[in-house]
């Protein structure tokens, strides 16, 4: 495990504790008073440290239990910036390595090991199935039927760029609830064998506003991804 200042990301998929972008508003009042981002305590790093040992090691075995040829070596790292909202997130360094970022206003805002050890297992669950090569492959599908729709109505060439990028997006989209919900059932499997609670682990979107069922939304509501991970756990 490494603490540094500034993650970098190759690839991204699936930020639990973050919520889709809404419709823009207006800028808030210069005297509006914002909540204040908590910082983690001694105990909040300590218990890090310890899920950490324990769901790691269960994380790379599923991991190579179910893939093929896949790096199954995790790093966890800890984005240091203060006064950034709770996150965490899954992506891949130069070298393919698999990388569980989470960042200071994750491991504050965590209730519980319980918490954390779900939220650390579903981020692991989105390597191990392999979702951003998936999503990006999506993306490519998507950037190439509306690239081409647009290039064969004869468009020019700046709105042939518009619709490919349009394209990508939906594409990356497309999947992306299925996405959070394969690696909220892998999660529970994860943060069983590590010895946690899944279904109390799960309890952290109660913390996050319900995305509800958006079209192209990036998340499932949360009462699905609850009783996805009720409906695992008991089989169990």
């Known amino acids: 495990m490494r603490w540094i200042p500034l993650v970098i990301s190759l690839g991204l998929a699936g930020?639990?504790?973050?919520?889709?972008?809404?419709?823009?508003t207006q800028p808030a009042p210069a005297k509006t008073v914002r909540k204040?981002?908590?910082?983690?305590?001694?105990?909040?790093?300590?218990?890090?440290?310890?899920?950490?040992?324990?769901?790691?090691p269960v994380a790379?075995?599923?991991?190579?239990a179910r893939t093929r040829g896949a790096n199954c070596d995790f790093r966890i790292v800890v984005d240091s910036r203060p006064n950034q909202p709770p996150n965490a997130f899954q992506t891949l360094d130069k070298q393919g390595r698999p990388i569980l970022?989470?960042?200071l206003g994750l491991i504050a805002s965590v209730r519980n090991q319980d918490e954390l050890a779900f939220v650390?297992?579903?981020?692991?669950?989105?390597?191990?199935?392999?979702?951003?090569?998936?999503?990006?492959q999506n993306a490519a599908a998507g950037a190439l039927i509306l690239g081409g729709l647009a290039a064969i109505t004869g468009a020019g060439s700046s709105t042939v760029r518009s619709a490919t990028d349009l394209g990508a997006s939906v594409g990356a989209r497309t999947y992306s609830k299925e996405f959070e919900l394969e690696a909220d059932a892998l999660g529970t499997l994860i943060t069983k064998q590590a010895g946690y609670n899944p279904v109390r682990g799960a309890e952290f979107f109660t913390q996050l506003p319900d995305p509800g069922n958006r079209f192209l939304g990036t998340h499932p509501p949360n009462a699905q991804r609850m009783?996805?991970?009720?409906?695992v756990n008991a089989g169990l």
């Open 60 to 64: 790379e075995q599923q991991c190579r």
């Open 227 to 231: 009783e996805t991970v009720r409906r």
């Open 120 to 136: 650390m297992g579903h981020e692991a669950s989105h390597h191990i199935r392999g979702h951003i090569a998936r999503q990006q």
């Open 101 to 103: 970022a989470f960042n």
């Open 15 to 24: 930020c639990v504790a973050t919520v889709e972008p809404s419709q823009p």
């Open 36 to 56: 204040a981002i908590p910082k983690p305590t001694n105990a909040d790093v300590s218990r890090f440290k310890s899920v950490v040992q324990r769901v790691e």
